[in-house]
């Protein structure tokens, strides 16, 4: 794969993308069942696509709606070895996501790999885990805006934008 479309993945992963360690419920004696993901979400088809002939996963159609105003939107996922696998590819060229991207390729790469889900596990291994899926949380939170809009913000026109920078 050539720089220009890793730096291209890299941006589209930045801005519509997510990385995520998913902990799902007890299922089996005190140990949660921890998984690497990784989405990228768009209402255009065709970076969905290519990205899934690329690095295979899948791919979910979430459909329009009226009521709400939403879009057609398609999402790619790839998870566990797979995401680690893409995550190494486009991490140099990440600025957004990169400490995300670091973190999740290390949560794979020291996760205990079993053919069973619910294998028990040591508590240095779920304390790990638990490690990871805590900073993924952090760190997937604070790259979120933090001031909301209010009715005293004054909103300038894109008119207004370029008569200042003429």
């Not at 979400?41 to 709606?65: H, M, Q």
């Not at 020291?110 to 596990?121: D, E, I, M, P």
């Not at 490690?131 to 207004?160: I, Q, S, V, Y």
Request: with cysteine; charged share 30%; glycine share 4%.
């Amino acid at each position: 794969m050539r720089t220009v479309e890793r730096s291209y993945i890299a941006g589209l992963f930045d801005g519509e993308g997510c990385v995520s360690i998913y902990r799902a419920g007890k299922p089996y004696g005190n140990n949660y069942r921890y998984e690497l993901l990784v989405f990228i979400s768009n209402n255009y088809r065709e970076p969905i696509d290519w990205l899934y002939k690329v690095f295979g996963g899948c791919i979910k159609t979430r459909y329009a709606n009226i009521e709400k105003n939403w879009r057609t939107n398609y999402i790619w996922r790839l998870n566990s070895n797979q995401a680690a696998s893409f995550l190494k590819i486009i991490e140099p060229y990440l600025r957004i996501k990169h400490e995300q991207a670091k973190l999740a390729i290390n949560f794979q790469k020291n996760r205990k790999q079993t053919k069973c889900r619910f294998a028990r596990r040591t508590e240095k291994e779920t304390i790990f885990m638990e490690d990871c899926w805590g900073k993924m949380k952090l760190l997937n939170n604070d790259n979120r805006p933090h001031a909301k809009p209010t009715a005293t913000t004054e909103r300038r026109d894109l008119n207004d934008i370029e008569e200042a920078t003429v």
